[in-house]
């Protein structure tokens, strides 16, 4: 299965984790690099175009503001980052040019591609690089970001790429063989899992956190990443990145990592830019009527079926929609801002004229722009 999924693959992400990346005096490994570089090329060369999510900056920063272990601060994670950027691009430049690559730097943050202008903008310039045989090394812009603007982690971010760019397939390059039944540091009897059709809660929970003192994702956010992706009918496989070669044995179809299967009913990338790229800015309770048309026989949500608003938002925003539980199981594009919902609320849509003035239609949030988790 894994080599007739791998046929159809022309364009790749490749996200390169901080452990990986680094060595034991948590600089950048030279001879990794120049691994990464011989592979890429091999790729290149068979016609597969090659996106790559680099952690690392903070990394071969820390060192020089003579911190012993990972920055515990926002300002001392910016400053380290600011360091250590340009000693990773220049890492990579070195590495690449010896196999006649071209790289090319591309911060973000998550602000970034929550605009729709600017998420077009990012996917035009990354789509220009690929077609002059230019490697795009992108990594989340640590110098400026704040809290709300944060990825999290470079592994959402390479979740969010890959979509970005419409890659068919995301790697993720960790200091784990993948996902195991348990965590094999503590449990002799973990196995590793070779395919997964479908991430479930059980997993989710058994995921841990950093195994390392330079990487802030776990398996859990690998697993988080892998689950943006399948939603979007693309593959991801989580693998040991410091194996001999072991990108090129991936991509050749050995049975390395674990291989995460697309769903079977896929995400346009609008919808999953509204589920996964955007940070909701507030929440909507829905009663279980309106929790079983929008579930089960894809409806629109009407101010009727909306029992509590939470937040405060405008017209436009993403939210949450919770059902009676607390639980949430969509998001979607609000058409009224959250002090008119609370007015309409729990009233029929050809009441809401009479009620705020003016209606900018029937809806609170389109069926269009409403996504189901």
Sequence with gaps: MRKELLKKVKRIVVKIG????????NGIDPAFLDGLASQIAGLRAQGIEVVVVSSGAVAAGRPVLGL?????????KQAAA?????????????????????VAQILLTRDDLANRRRFQNARGTLDTLLSCDIVPV???????????LKFGDNDNLSALVTNLVEAQLLLIMTDIDGLYTADPRTDPNATLIHQVGAVTREMERGAGGSGTNVGTGGMATKLAAAKKVVKSGVAAIIFAGKGDGNLARVMNGELLGTLFLPAGESLNRRKHWIAFTIKPAGSIVVDAGARGALATHGKSLLPSGIAKVEGRFDRGAC???????GVEFARGIVDYSSQEIEKISRHKSNEIEQILGFRYGDDVIHRDNLVLL
């Design 319 to 325: 939210v949450r929609i919770v059902d009676p539980d």
């Design 18 to 25: 901080s452990g990986v990346l680094t060595c034991e005096d």
């Design 82 to 102: 600011a360091i250590g950027q340009s000693r990773l691009m220049r890492a990579y430049e070195e590495a690449f040019s010896a196999y006649d690559l071209k």
């Design 138 to 148: 992108i990594n989340e812009n640590d110098t400026v970001v704040v809290d709300e």
């Design 68 to 76: 012993p272990d990972r920055p515990r601060t926002l300002p001392q």
